[in-house]
T-cell receptor, first 113, second 111 residues
Framework: EAGVTQFPSHSVIEKGQTVTLRCDPI?????LYWYRRVMGKEIKFLLH????????ESGMPNNRFLAERTGGTYSTLKVQPAELEDSGVYFC???????????FGPGTRLTVL | GEDVEQSLFLSVREGDSSVINCTYT??????LYWYKQEPGAGLQLLTY?????DMKQDQRLTVLLNKKDKHLSLRIADTQTGDSAIYFC???????????FGSGTRLSIRP
């Protein structure tokens, strides 16, 4: 069974540009989460989808970040316009049930120059 | 409040035991986790403990929980080179979606 996959693995963009990260959860997992680790600090929660609905988006830093999960399968996280402080590793996770184990993807390393 | 803290680095000799420590602030957390991240890989759930437990042992791993001091530790016996990774301490509340992570402890193994 395939795990959580993320694309791209690494993205380098200039300040002011737009970047879209993609996450494919484990097949059948209704719950999808985004986290990020900035500057080697703690990994912070961004938001949680149940199917296509946003269950909790309390961790989204500002309105430059837009997460979608149309159709309730894969999800995208768009940063527009990107700022220097957005550099970090963005992790996606999925779980079968809301309280179930969250399985993490390998992350996307975003570098904003 | 929500805060999980752990030291950033730990270096141990191969074959020795590694002990990674973590403190957390919210006593109402239900689950306490240890995740492992190897280079280029995602986060792997290594082990977890329920907040009503004091200890959990799983092969070379021992997790100790001191609820009074809000202190969690992970002991790796007979540390091997394959144990080199970043170890994240984390907590989760029963009703919440999110996992709250610490900054991670980078474990390096010296010969």
């Amino acid at each position: 069974e395939a795990g959580v996959t993320q694309f791209p693995s690494h993205s380098v963009i200039e300040k002011g540009q737009t970047v879209t990260l993609r996450c494919d959860p484990i097949s059948g997992h209704d719950n999808l989460y985004w986290y990020r680790r900035v500057m080697g600090k703690e990994i912070k929660f961004l938001l949680h989808f149940v199917k296509e609905s946003k269950q909790d988006e309390s961790g989204m830093p500002n309105n430059r970040f837009l997460a979608e999960r149309t159709g309730g399968t894969y999800s995208t996280l768009k940063v527009q316009p990107a700022e220097l402080e957005d550099s970090g590793v963005y992790f996606c996770a999925s779980s079968l049930g809301q309280g179930g184990e969250q399985f993490f993807g390998p992350g996307t390393r975003l570098t904003v120059l | 409040g929500e805060d999980v803290e752990q030291s950033l680095f730990l270096s141990v000799r191969e074959g020795d035991s590694s002990v990674i420590n973590c403190t957390y602030t919210d006593s109402s957390s239900t689950y306490l986790y240890w995740y492992k991240q190897e280079p280029g890989a995602g986060l792997q759930l290594l082990t977890y403990i329920f907040s009503n437990m004091d200890m959990k042992q799983d092969q070379r791993l021992t997790v100790l929980l001191n609820k009074k001091d809000k202190h969690l530790s992970l002991r790796i016996a007979d540390t091997q080179t394959g144990d080199s990774a970043i170890y994240f301490c984390a907590e989760k509340f029963e009703s919440a979606s999110k996992i709250i992570f610490g900054s991670g402890t980078r474990l390096s193994i010296r010969p």
